[in-house]
Structures are given as C-alpha cells and as structure tokens.
C-alpha cells in the first residue's frame, strides 16, 4: 500500500518568513494529493491540492508542487501570519478510495 | 455554506460498553466515510460508504465497528464494545463525488471519544 512520509514534525518560523513542508509517497500511481489545515481542535480542511498531471500550484501565500520522478510534493507558506499556526496534513490517494495521510507538521508562527 | 456535522461533540463510556457516534453529510452529497485520529497522530482512514454499502475499509476496521446509513440523512459509526485503544477523535467526511476521482471531502468537526 502507499505510505507517505512527512518532514519536518515541527516547524517553528518567525512571522513574515517563508516556511515549507515536504512529503513523500511510495505508490508511483497516486495521481491526487491534497493538503490539509488542521486549527487546534478543529476539523481538517482542505487547502490546496494537486493532481499528477501538474507540477505546480499557487493560491496566494500558498503553493504546493509535485515533482512525480522523486515521488515527492511540498507545501510553501509565503509571508507566515500568527493565523497560519496549525497542523498541517499531507496525503497521496491513488486509485483505491483510501487516502494515506502523513504524520502532519506543527507550524508555529512567531508574531 | 453547508457543513458536515457531528454529535456528540464528546463522548465518555466504559471499556467493553457501545458507542454511536452520529454524523449528518452534506444533503447532496453521494460519498460518506469515517476517519480516526488518535491524540497527537495522524489521521487514519476506516471506511468508506457508497450507494448503501460500504466501498472501502481499513485494517482498523474490524467486526468491533459497523456504519449505518438509517434515514437518508444521518450516518454512524457504531463501536459493538468499547476498548481502551478506541480513544480518538473520530470524523466523519462526505464527499459530492468520488475521491477516487479528485473530489473534495469536507471534513465534520469530530467528535472526541473517551473510554476510561
């Protein structure tokens, strides 16, 4: 099955600096991978995702890019606000219904 | 704009005694699915429920869990007997179409399962 590996576990950055997260997949046929935002107790959303036949997109501050021959994907936060503290989840889904999720990265953003 | 919801918001039950725990999907949406995430670890996929059966299930889910689609509105998730391991957060999700093919879950606020 696929297992999706997440770097790093925390991740602490003083407001305005960039920060990045990375993961990687072993299922070489994930075509689709979300990123989530998780507020402490609260439910995951969906933030940004990306589909095997791109290799990059942009949302604001935020961009994801998928390089498929590495079988790795990044999330990049430009100019980190304090409201940008969360965890953040990636995850590869392939052609099962099953979507594996990484272990998720702590962002905190230093005001 | 609609949202998934989940009740309890907290639940607290004695090993060894039944739980359901209760979610209301988007109203159009087809694709419905539990997911639990043990404090601290990531979030871990335990079924997936499609047309009135279930599509997809993970190890996790054994025959100690069952869902159920009872009235065309709520779904639940029904832990038979309660143990320590099963403290988590459990959300449930919905989906218009299919994961498989891209679409977005949304994900219910989770309902926090103590079992003491």
């Known amino acids: 099955g696929e297992n999706v590996e997440q770097h790093p576990s925390t991740l602490s950055v003083q407001e305005g600096d960039s920060a990045v997260i990375k993961c990687t997949y072993s299922d070489s046929a994930s075509n689709y991978f979300p990123w989530y935002k998780q507020e402490l107790g609260k439910r995951p959303q969906l933030i940004i995702d990306i589909r095997s036949n791109v290799g990059e997109k942009k949302d604001q501050r935020i961009a994801v890019t998928l390089n498929k021959t590495a079988k790795h994907f990044s999330l990049h936060i430009t100019e980190t606000q304090p409201e940008d503290s969360a965890v953040y989840f990636c995850a590869a889904k392939g052609g099962s219904y099953i979507p594996t999720f990484g272990r998720g990265t702590s962002l905190i953003v230093h005001p | 704009e609609p949202e998934v919801t989940q009740t309890p918001s907290h639940q607290v039950t004695q090993m060894g005694q039944e739980v359901i725990l209760r979610c209301v999907p988007i109203?159009?949406?087809?694709?419905f699915y539990w997911y639990r995430q043990i404090l601290g670890q990531k979030v871990e996929f335990l079924v997936s429920?499609?047309?009135?059966?279930?599509?997809?299930k993970s190890e996790i889910f054994d025959d100690q869990f069952s869902v159920e689609r009872p009235d065309g509105s709520n779904f639940t998730l029904k832990i038979r007997s309660t143990k320590l391991e099963d403290s988590a957060m459990y959300f449930c999700a919905s989906s218009l179409g299919g994961i498989q093919n891209g679409a977005e879950q949304f994900f219910g606020p989770g309902t926090r399962l103590t079992v003491l």
């Open positions: 429920f499609y047309n009135n059966e279930i599509s997809e």
């Open positions: 109203s159009n949406h087809l694709y």
